[in-house]
């Protein structure tokens, strides 16, 4: 049985084909990552990466791009130019059958150069409408080796609905099977996400008052304080539901109210978290606009409205914030408000859950609010603070709010994987746990559609929008979402 907090402490040999290697994604995030893991001795010798995309770079250039792409995380120049050495340029359009004849040969080549057993990962970091035509090459013209394994990296946005993901799923799965593929959701590595379920089911205290006899509501906030920026064109198509609760916020709300898993292994794991994906209640169109809130940010004093960003529709609809109320119908949290928010432009950059659990009888009046709460400080803090009562200090008896807080050290923090770092290594090991399985995202989507075509069918005055200024937590709407439940955001 695989235990999922092992995390093998050795040398991995592999070749990486990077789909998209000249982008965005590859550039700040990939490279730097896999350099991490080189600089940590995860990749010495045996590693080598391939980039494709269309651009017709030299291995030359691309070793200057991949140097430039680490610049001030190398310890000397040779260090730098030894990690570069093993990258090589492929130029390459996915739609042609014949590059991957000139793929599969360097691929080989670079096997039994760098003795790699075969092992080849491939990501694709590029729009998932070539996934099906690069699943379908990697296999049809050989890349996939009988040695080793072969192993698929998938970028979000993973679908649109249901159908889309559904579509997407029965192509990529008729090439890779689902447990040589792994679907990216970087919030899944952070540091503080992975702490969920460490608190939860190894501390006593924790496993006995995490459920719905002690939990009044759960709290969580993925708060943006930039705009749409240049994303505009993908941003307008996409909207805040698709973009950040699909897939960040259900992952960590799954994280926060699954059952307690059989056992730490990667099996068990998972199955607890389909379970709860599959418990999250799907709302009626009514259902949907009693618990859902949707905002779109208007002007700031510096800031334009989202309306009158680049690519943006002067008239758009599209919603740049959500605030929910979601019920998960299991064992531990049936009848537990799960709130949850998300958007851009507001007040700051966060991410934060916050438990809110029962005092329905303080004796001496519970300080200005009488619940305690344990808020999880995910992003930009790393810790976690316990809201309780104490006594005033003095002679008077009055109990008054107080906070004990634990923050991750500085020297903590910097050792830190970042979250591509981490999932590029599960993957290298084989460890899907940290990875959205297809059963989560079936789950997921049901969910999210039965919201978006509510909100399709709803006619809304254009002036409907914007309705929150930039700078605030989203539009009122929000706030008085938790009231109707006599409830309120902590942050
Ligand atoms: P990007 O900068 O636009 O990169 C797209 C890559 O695809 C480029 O390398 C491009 O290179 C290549 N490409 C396009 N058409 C091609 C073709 N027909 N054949 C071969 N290569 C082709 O996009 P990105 O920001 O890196 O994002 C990549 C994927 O990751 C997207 O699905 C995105 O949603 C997802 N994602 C990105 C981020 C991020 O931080 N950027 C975060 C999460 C998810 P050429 O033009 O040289 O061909």
């Known amino acids: 049985m695989k235990v999922v907090l092992k995390v093998i402490r050795e040398e991995q040999r592999a070749l ?49 791009v991949i140097k430039c792409s680490i610049d001030g995380m190398f310890d000397s120049q040779a260090q730098a130019t030894d990690f570069a050495s093993h990258f090589y340029y492929h130029s390459h359009n996915v739609n042609d059958k014949q590059h991957y004849e000139e793929l599969k040969a360097l691929a080989d080549k670079l096997d039994e150069k760098y003795d790699l057993g075969g092992n080849r990962i491939y990501y694709l970091a590029m ?39 559904k579509e997407l799923n029965d192509e990529i799965s008729r090439y890779f099977d689902e447990d040589s593929t792994f679907r990216i959701d970087h919030y899944l590595g952070k540091e503080m996400v992975q702490n969920i379920m460490a608190l939860r089911f190894d501390n006593g205290i924790w496993s006995a008052l995490w459920n719905k006899e002690h939990i009044k509501n759960i709290q969580v906030t993925l708060s943006e304080a930039l705009g749409v920026e240049e994303r505009g064109g993908y941003y307008e198509t996409a909207g805040a539901l698709r973009d950040m609760v699909q897939n960040h916020i259900l992952q960590i709300v ?58 943006i529709d002067p008239d758009s609809m599209t919603e740049t914030f959500v605030a929910g109320k979601l019920e998960v119908q299991n064992k531990s949290m049936a009848g537990v408000p799960v709130y949850i928010r998300t958007g851009k432009r507001m007040t700051a950059k966060m991410t934060r859950v916050d438990i ?18 344990l808020t999880i400080n995910i992003d ?18 009055a109990t008054k709010k107080t906070k004990i807080g634990y923050r991750l050290s500085k020297e903590q923090v910097a050792k830190i994987p970042e979250a591509y770092e981490r999932l590029i290594l599960n993957v290298l090991q084989g460890n899907a746990v940290n990875f959205t399985h297809w059963d989560e995202l079936k789950y997921s989507w049901r969910f999210l559609d039965a919201i978006r075509n509510a909100w399709d069918e709803q006619e809304l005055p254009v002036d409907f929008f914007p309705n929150y200024a930039c700078g605030t937590m989203g539009p009122q709407a929000s706030a008085e979402l938790l009231e109707k439940n006599g409830d309120h955001w902590i942050y």
């Open 254 to 311: 799954s994280l926060l109210t699954m059952d307690r898993p059989k056992s730490a292994s990667e099996k068990d794991i998972r199955q607890a978290k389909v379970e709860t994906f599959k418990a999250l209640k799907v709302y009626s169109p009514e259902e949907v606009y009693q618990n859902f809130v949707r905002g779109q940010y208007g002007e700031g004093e510096e800031q334009v409205a989202y309306r009158e960003e680049a690519m």
């Open 16 to 64: 990486f084909i990077i789909f998209g290697g000249t982008g965005d994604l590859a550039q700040r995030k990939l490279y730097p990552a896999l350099f991490n893991l080189y600089k940590r001795g995860y990749l010495k010798k045996n590693f080598a990466v391939i980039g494709t995309a269309r651009r017709p770079w030299t291995n030359d250039y691309y070793r200057d």
């Open 380 to 397: 930009p803090d790393l810790g976690l603070d316990l809201r309780l009562n104490m006594k005033k200090v003095g002679q008077e008896f």
């Open 127 to 165: 729009s998932p409408r070539f996934f099906g035509t690069i699943s379908q090459y990697l296999r049809s013209e050989g890349l996939v080796t009988e040695r080793g394994y072969g192993r698929v990296i998938i970028e979000k946005p993973f679908g649109r609905d249901y159908q889309s993901a």
């Open 356 to 373: 809110v659990f029962k005092n329905e009888a303080p004796l001496f009046g519970g300080g200005i609010e009488p619940e305690n709460v």
